[in-house]
Structures are given as C-alpha cells and as structure tokens.
C-alpha cells in the first residue's frame, strides 16, 4: 500500500498509478493531507492526517527566497498564519473558571441558575418559617 496525499489538490501529473508513487523532482511541488498510522501489535490503524506542502527548489531559487523558522521572519514561502485554536485548548490548572466557563457553563446555564434560584427560596422559606413564631408572639403581647 502507498502513502502519498490523500488530496493531492487537482494535481495528477507524474503520478505512476499502478504503484501509487509520483517523483518529487518531476512535479517540484505537491500538497495535500498526509497520513499518520500507529502500528500497534502488528495491525496498521490510521490515526490522523498532516496537511503538508513540499517543494523542491535549486540553490538559486531557496536563495531568492528565504524562509523562516516556524513563524519568525522572513515569514513568506509559505506564509505562516496563526493557529486557528479551539477555545478548549488552555491549561485548566491555570485558569479554571475558563474551563467551566467553556466545558460547563454554555451548556448547562439555565439549569444552574435555576438551581442556584431554588435553593435560595427554599433559604427564604425555611428562615420565614424558623422565624415566623417568634415574629407573631411578639406582634401579639406587644
């Protein structure tokens, strides 16, 4: 089985398909999604896919066109955006009330507030009541 891009983005020059294989040095540049398989205990699963470009350039071209480390300068060929992140992704031991805000909190607001809402009247009432004798025995003998 061959592992090259599972999209190869409309691009199907210098791809052998009886063997799956393409030449690098024909085609200068592919892209696509990668994949990534774990090999545990003899059986090959797939477990993710890597979105990857390669380009193959002369010493003159990389030359003329610099390329920086991750997102340092000179960020071009290829431009490096910055990372699209989930809310989710942060330390939850830094900032916990982020974490139920997120995780709890957008789903399950209403029934909280109407918890937190009953257990205050229930206070009311039990303290209403607690109080209630003492409030009519001195409203009569005084």
């Known amino acids: 089985e061959a592992i090259f891009p599972v999209n190869l983005k409309g691009q199907s020059s210098g791809i052998n398909a009886e063997y799956g294989h393409f030449s690098l ?41 610099p390329a920086g480390v991750a997102r340092n300068e000179p960020n071009t060929n290829p431009t490096l955006e910055p990372p699209n992140r989930p809310d989710t992704s942060f330390n939850w031991f830094t900032n916990p009330w982020k974490v139920f805000k997120v995780l709890v909190w957008r789903k399950y607001k209403w029934y909280i507030l109407l918890t937190v ?12 009541f607690y109080t209630a004798p003492e409030a009519i025995n001195s409203a009569i003998w005084n």
């Open 117 to 128: 809402i009953m257990i205050l009247l229930i206070l009311f009432l039990i303290l209403m």
């Open 25 to 65: 040095f024909d085609r200068k540049k592919i892209s696509g999604f990668w994949p990534v398989y774990s090999d545990v205990l003899g059986t090959r699963e797939l477990t993710g896919k890597v979105e990857m470009e390669l380009e193959i350039l002369t010493e003159e071209e990389a030359v003329g066109r």
